[in-house]
Each structure stands twice: as structure tokens, then as C-alpha cells.
């Protein structure tokens, strides 16, 4: 995979672009509601790059790592396909590690958001192999987030590749992961109620086969895809229960799409914060504006 001076490189511009007023020439493949996919290297990218929030020690990257490749078990044991994913740290001046999920680039042709742009029986194929592997996989122990942007066509096979959140629980129902890692980006005061108010139903949402369906559905939209929002409930059909509606899909999607929002403006005014009145750099690439 990418060689460890490589990655440092990356970071080396990634730092540039945390400075106030700072300028880098990243190369970002696509945005998430976390976190950035950045492309190395930048002029013709070969891999795909997610940096996770910085982790305090090696013991917690060694934690996340063993969970990921746990999750990734699991999934190949249901009989999902994902793409091969390696974990880099990346040791940062302050002690603590920038950590990347790592794989290789996929050619346009083959994701899954264009596939289904251009219509026809080959995404009506797509969204239905979708919707039969969230159906087949997701249970209380283990999670999907099934979105069309999280999928690609390889070869003929369908394949996965958003992994960087494991969405996989221990026996008892706890999280394996370690989720303060995924609040870090918020103000510490939101931290707490957030994790404990509004986090649960986030992850419980990739835990029930119905509202990843629903969610797979709803995010159509957002890919200005809705004209392909019958296919996915005609594939998920009487399996739910009860069946989903579109107006449950578009009201489903104007209340998760508050949610991030509002949770983005949070971020963006901290950054604004820590830059302008702090005078230090902010530590977390954030997402442009996503248009909803």
C-alpha cells in the first residue's frame, strides 16, 4: 500500500491547510458528514486517504485498528465485499497520532453514485444488491451504512468502502468503538450531551435493517437522485415492515438533514473561534457547505 513517507507528506500538506489562512494543495475526493477523503498523491491520486481526528496515544490507535479489522471480519463473513483498507499513524509535534484509513482509488465509472446517474436496468441491479445486503447483514451486532456513496461495481461485484466507523457492539450491546475519538471535533461542551442525548440514535439507525433502507433511500436526494426512490422501496418491497413510504423517506431525510447541519454550524463557528480569538490552529478539516 502507500509508503509511510508518503503519508507523512500528506500530513505535511494537511498541516499547511490547518493554519490560520493557510493554503495546501490537497486533493479531496469527496466530503462526509465527518471528515474529508483526500486523494495522494494530489495531481494523479492512487490512494484514498481519510484522516481520522488526531488519537491521543498509540494504545488508542492500536484499540481503533483491532476494532476495524474486527468489523471487517465480520463483513467478509456476511459476504460483503470491501475494499482493502489499511490503517497508517502518522506521529504528529504535540505527541499525540493523525491516523488514515487507506485503500486505492476507485475509477469514477465504477462508483456507485454514477453508475445509478445513468439510469436504466444497471442501477435498478445496483440499488437492489444494496438494499439485499443490508437486509442479509445488519442486526443488532453488527451495522451498515448502506448510502449509495458508499458503494462501487468491481469486476462485477458490488463493493463497500466506507468503513472508517465500525459500527460493530460487544455481546452486551456496547459500542466496540472508542466514540469519544469521533466527538472530538465538537466543543468540549457539547461533547458529553451529545454523546449521551444524540449519538445512540445515531449509530441505533445502522443497527435496524429498516432505517438503513430508509437512509439509503433518503440519501437519493441529496444525490439529486430522487427519481430513483421507487426502486429502492420496490426492492425492499414487503420485507419491512411496515413497507416505507416516500413521504417517510423525504420527511426522514429534512430531519437527519437538520441534524448534521446543525451540528456542522457547531463546528464551523468553533473553528472561527479557535483561529480568530484563540490565535491556534484548528486541528480538524471540516467539509465544505454540502448542498442538501
Known amino acids: 500500500m502507500i ?3 508518503e503519508l507523512a507528506r500528506l500530513e505535511r500538506e494537511v498541516q499547511r491547510a490547518l493554519e490560520p489562512g493557510g493554503e495546501s494543495a ?3 475526493l469527496g466530503y462526509g458528514e465527518i471528515s474529508l477523503v483526500l486523494g495522494w498523491p494530489g495531481d494523479e491520486p492512487r490512494w484514498a ?10 494504545a488508542a490507535a492500536d484499540h481503533y485498528a483491532a476494532t476495524l479489522s474486527t468489523y471487517l471480519e465480520e463483513l467478509d463473513r456476511r459476504g460483503v465485499r470491501v475494499v482493502p483498507t489499511e490503517v497508517h499513524r502518522v506521529p504528529l509535534d504535540d505527541g499525540r497520532l493523525a491516523v488514515y484509513c ?3 482509488v476507485l475509477p469514477t ?13 444497471a442501477a435498478e441491479t445496483l440499488l437492489a444488491a444494496i438494499v439485499d445486503t443490508a437486509l442479509a447483514v445488519v442486526d443488532d451486532r453488527v451495522g451498515l451504512d448502506a ?5 462501487a461495481m468491481v469486476d462485477g461485484q458490488l463493493v463497500y468502502f466506507d468503513v472508517t466507523t465500525p459500527l460493530l457492539r460487544r455481546a452486551d450491546g456496547g459500542e466496540m468503538l472508542d466514540t469519544a475519538i469521533f ?9 458529553a450531551p451529545v454523546r449521551r442525548f444524540v449519538l445512540p440514535g445515531i449509530l ?3 443497527h435496524q435493517p429498516r432505517t438503513v433502507v430508509l437512509d439509503l433511500a433518503a440519501n437519493l436526494i441529496k444525490e439529486q437522485l430522487d427519481d430513483q426512490i421507487g426502486v429502492v422501496l420496490a426492492a425492499a418491497g414487503d420485507r419491512l415492515h411496515p413497507p416505507l413510504t416516500e413521504d417517510e423517506v423525504r420527511s426522514d431525510y429534512r430531519s437527519d438533514a437538520r441534524t448534521w447541519a446543525l451540528l456542522q454550524s457547531v463546528r464551523r463557528a468553533d473553528r472561527v473561534w479557535q483561529q480568530r480569538v484563540r490565535r491556534r490552529p484548528y486541528p480538524f478539516l471540516l467539509p465544505a457547505r454540502i448542498e442538501r
Open 147 to 151: 448510502q449509495l456513496s458508499n458503494w
Open 26 to 28: 490537497l486533493r479531496v
Open 49 to 58: 486517504c481519510k484522516r481520522l481526528p488526531p488519537f491521543p496515544s498509540d
Open 3 to 5: 509508503a509511510s513517507e
Open 102 to 104: 487507506v485503500q486505492e
Open 109 to 121: 465509472e465504477a462508483m456507485a453514485v454514477d453508475i445509478v446517474r445513468q439510469g436504466g436496468a
Open 183 to 191: 466527538l472530538a471535533s465538537l466543543p468540549w461542551l457539547l461533547r
Open 204 to 206: 441505533e439507525r445502522y
